[in-house]
């Protein structure tokens, strides 16, 4: 098994990590480095629980090597909400009830914050679009879908 | 303060406090089974399995195995002989002479890696005799049927549970209600129907995890994504001839169950692998296509109904024959099958009744309890011909309904009389909210619309002695730290549990927290987080518990001001006297308890509560006649209604809006009953359009999310009504019953009665895909 060296910026932080060829950036994320937040659904891309921000992008994590993300910037569900407070869409979920058993949330929230940045006014057909990737099981997605239009109101007010 | 009004008290029970666990879960605090770290001493477990459906173990060849680099233990079936099981012990820990289903654990191994302990795997050598597989209950319960267990006359099983040894039928419920056979002859219309309801998985978004570790004195722990941790402290020590007080179970928040997480499925291998590395943790962590047929499964049934009213509509018979196909062993299977006996009626008064409810032994994966309890499927195939019976006697399907549901004081199917109930008062709102009787036109010339409606009844299925305890115990500054040993699952119950001590003892929500993770060593017995009790049952002991800290509270306060604890209460986390109006934060004497006068010492001290909770009132039913005086300590009952559109291009189904109406007895939190209710619909549909397990010759052919579907955000409703009726329960903290099984109860045949008002026609089950509404109108001549 070979190692690679990677810089990588997770959560705006810097880290020089160590990697074996075969790591996910899940796995990187979740055992390498305790960010548990992002959580692992299926190991195969297809629940998007493990969803994070790849250079702005939203990535199944557990599909992408860690030794892919030499130079990258990561965003994980802990380094959404700024200092003192939530990101709209955590504050958003909150507030409308969007979180049940919470196992999907991370990914949900991290697809919405990414459509919310590229979108700022989503249309309730494009929230869906946007979230059909993020597998729940008990929400029914209603709330989930309400805290998006939520967080795009949040938004419009304090930019 | 000013002077408190006793009568208007601010109170945080019926109020729709934000969750309590809402932040941890959004900022990835929150702490699941699989994000605890253990260090490098951690080991990792992977399961032989057995690749037939049905065989006899010849052989177990581990010694290739043994000798891999980094491989620390093998177990098999030889080193554990005990039985475990929740209602019948009918399986050992690893198959050790028979295997009964693809999927059956072999062996296990732990190694330094999963990547190794995987190659291990294949390093064992098994060597089988294969036999003739039973793969269909009807035929499993027939003489014909080859044998599954032909040790099932010796397994333990407790008293309400009937298997027939020499057969492959695990329990055998039966109702002899009334004198069906004479009651035919008076019926104007009778309706005979078959329904085929297919094995479906619970699909919790988080697998099944569990890591053990034990300990160089024996004792073991277990952390696991659980709803039963006492009940696994208590099966797996049993089975493995332990003490209790040897066995821990410490539980954090579960990813979604569904009842998946219920009861053991896959938490005594890995403490059985545990036990010959001792001093390492080994964590087993399901892979996906193993969590669709190793963990439990939604058992597949064959329900025969037949059912007949007079000429004004009234349901005189039904004669209802179950088959429900169990799989290899029935951890929860047996009793899925009484609950559909005592249940078989639906929410109906029948004065005529004979059923026969069977669980079969089959070579399929092993059903475990799943949202609805046997509810969903019963229902599915009922509440149909419940609606093809008032067409032929040509009446409205909600009329019908009205004529025949339960009512207050209505006589059961078990001879016992309703409680309280609102059923009535549930088809009338859903029957408004959906515009029952009215029809909009379709949205496209190629489509078709069609409304259905349903009703459901589901009683919590549990021993009858299931209990529930906690405790409530003050912090120095007053805030408040409830004991539990019931699950946070998503479904709400940390929040309603913080309600309701809150309420209780006084003081505001905010002040309140849940003392998590679940430790069995800590925590307060619970029985399992199943059968929507907790609400009810655990709500109760929370609320004992607080009521027995404010008595401590108040008997020190009134000690010290000279008053009667009748004249002082907890307001706001503030103690008053209606009678000197004296006031005094928790704060000042929560722990430390109040100083005599003149420094002569000190009164009260710490304070905890206890409280407990067991209905001590459900008796017995007669085997023979299945009657008996309160078979159950409740029902919750509800109807649901949908409006849908059949594409006639495609067969493909749009549902344009869903109503539910549930009797939840006192919403303790509204907008989380509501969200159960949305959340339960979609769950419903998700079962009624697109999912099955696909199993064929015993192997499950689409174990992933690719090829077994489940609803995502692009099929939810846009238009998803919840409306909460509420007839207390007289036992209920303030009169609330459970909520989260009994909203996708009445889904399935809702959506299928819109299908028939739609285009006339009507599957043997579920799901309904496009290709077979396309198929059957094919069929019916309404496309060609």
């Known amino acids: ?159 | 303060m000013a002077k408190t009004d006793r009568q208007n008290i601010p109170s945080p029970i019926g109020e729709n406090s934000p969750r309590i666990d809402a932040r941890e879960k959004v900022t990835g605090a929150a702490i699941y089974a699989d994000d605890i770290q253990f260090g490098n001493s951690l080991l990792h477990a992977r399961i032989k399995r057995s690749p037939h459906p049905h065989a006899l173990i010849k052989k177990i060849d581990t010694s290739k195995a043994s000798s891999l680099p980094g491989v620390k233990a093998i177990v098999t079936g030889e080193d554990f002989p005990g039985y475990i099981g929740l209602y019948l012990r009918d399986r050992y820990i690893f198959c050790r002479d028979r295997v009964r289903y693809v999927g059956d654990p072999v062996a296990g191994v732990a190694a330094i890696s999963e990547e190794i302990a995987e190659k291990a795997l294949e390093l064992i050598e098994v060597e089988y005799e294969v036999l003739e597989p039973v793969l269909d209950p009807e035929f499993g319960a027939s003489p014909k049927a080859p044998l599954l267990h032909p040790d099932l006359g010796q397994y333990a099983v407790v008293n309400f549970i009937f298997p027939q040894p020499g057969t492959n039928i695990s329990n055998h419920f039966k109702i002899r209600k009334g004198d069906v056979d004479n009651a035919w002859g008076k019926c104007a219309a009778i309706i005979e129907r078959k329904y085929r309801i297919p094995h479906i998985q619970h699909v919790p978004i988080e697998p099944h995890v569990a890591t053990a570790k034990v300990d160089e004195t024996g004792e073991i722990t277990l952390w696991v994504s659980s709803q039963s941790p006492f009940a696994q402290r208590n099966l797996i020590a049993e089975s493995m001839g332990i003490s209790h007080s040897k066995m821990r179970v410490i539980a954090p928040y579960v990813g979604g169950g569904f009842g998946s997480k219920a009861g053991v499925s896959m938490e005594a291998l890995v403490v059985a692998i545990a036990t010959k590395v001792k001093g390492h943790p080994v964590k087993l962590l399901l892979t996906r296509e193993e969590e669709f047929y190793t963990a439990f499964v939604r058992q597949g049934l064959i329900a025969y109904f037949k059912m007949g009213c007079d000429e004004n509509g009234r349901l005189l018979a039904m004669e209802n024959k179950f088959y429900w196909d169990g799989g290899a062993y029935t951890e929860y299977g047996v009793n899925v099958t009484r609950a559909s006996g005592y249940s078989s009626s639906g929410p109906y008064e029948v004065p005529n009744v004979r059923t026969d409810s069977h669980c079969v032994y089959t070579n399929h994966p092993v059903s475990g309890p799943m949202r609805g309890f046997g509810m969903p499927e019963m229902h599915a195939g009922l509440e149909q011909c419940i609606d093809e019976l008032a067409h032929q006697i040509g009446m409205d399907a909600v009329e019908f309904r009205k004529l025949n549901c339960l009512k207050t004081g209505s006589t059961l199917v078990t001879g016992s009389k309703m409680h309280a109930t609102g059923l009535p008062d549930c088809i009338k709102k859903t029957a408004e909210a959906i515009g029952w009787g009215t029809k909009a036109p379709p949205s496209a010339p190629n489509k078709r619309r069609g409304k259905g409606l349903a009703l459901m009844w589901k009683a919590p299925a549990m021993p009858p002695n299931a209990g529930s305890s906690a405790w409530v115990e003050l912090a120095e500054d007053g805030t408040v730290n409830v004991g539990v040993g019931g699950q946070e699952l998503g479904q709400g119950v940390f929040t309603v549990m913080a309600q309701i001590a809150a309420g209780t003892l006084g003081v505001p929500y905010e002040s309140v927290r849940i003392a998590t993770p679940v430790d069995t060593r800590y925590s307060p017995y619970e029985w399992q987080t199943v059968a929507s009790r907790l609400t009810w049952s655990m709500g109760n002991a929370v609320s004992n518990a607080a009521k027995d800290a404010k008595r401590q509270i108040l008997d020190t306060v009134a000690e010290a001001w000279e008053e009667t604890p009748e004249d002082l209460d907890i307001v706001n986390g503030v103690v008053i006297s209606y009678k000197s109006e004296k006031e005094i934060p928790l704060k000042s004497l929560a722990v430390y308890g109040l100083p005599k006068p003149d420094d002569q010492g000190w009164r009260g001290g710490p304070v905890v509560g206890r409280g407990k909770f067991m209905p001590a009132y459900v008796t017995g039913l007669d085997p023979e006649t299945g009657q008996g005086e309160r078979a159950v300590v409740h029902y919750t009952t509800g109807a649901q209604a949908v409006e849908l559109e059949v594409d006639l291009d495609t067969g493909r189904i749009e549902i344009i809006k869903g109503v539910s109406t549930f009797d939840v007895g006192k919403a303790i939190n509204p907008e989380m009953v509501k969200a159960q209710m949305e959340g339960g619909f979609v769950q419903g549909m998700s079962s009624a359009l697109f999912e099955s397990l696909q199993l064929k010759d015993g192997f499950v052919r689409n174990p992933s999310f690719v090829d077994y579907r489940i609803a995502t955000s692009a099929d939810t409703p846009r238009d998803l009504q919840a409306y909460i009726v509420e007839v207390p329960q007289d036992d209920g903290p303030w009169g609330a019953r459970g909520i989260g099984e009994h909203s996708m109860v009445p889904t399935i045949p809702a959506i299928a009665n819109a299908i028939y008002d739609a285009v006339g026609v009507r599957l043997e089950g579920p799901p309904f895909t496009a290709e077979k509404v396309y198929l059957a109108m094919l069929d019916a001549g309404i496309v060609k």
Do not use: W
């Open chain 1, 1 to 159: 098994m070979a190692f690679h060296k990677i810089n990588v910026t997770i959560n705006n932080e810097l880290d020089q990590l160590i990697v074996p060829s075969n790591m996910t950036l899940m796995h990187m994320l979740r055992e390498s480095l305790a960010l548990t937040g992002t959580k692992n659904g299926c190991s195969a891309g297809e629940c998007g629980a493990c969803t994070v921000l790849l250079n702005g992008e939203p990535v199944n994590s557990c599909m992408v090597l860690a030794v892919e993300c030499d130079g990258a910037k990561i965003v994980t569900v802990e380094g959404l909400a700024g200092k003192k407070q939530l990101d709209p869409i955590q504050e958003a979920i909150v507030q409308e009830g969007g979180v049940q058993c919470g196992f999907c949330t991370p990914g949900i929230l991290i697809s919405s914050h990414a459509l919310l940045k590229r979108n700022p006014n989503p249309s309730e057909d494009e929230i869906r679009e946007a979230l059909v990737g993020n597998l729940c099981r008990c929400t029914g997605y209603v709330r989930i879908i309400e805290s998006v239009k939520v967080a795009a109101r949040m938004q419009s007010v304090t930019d």
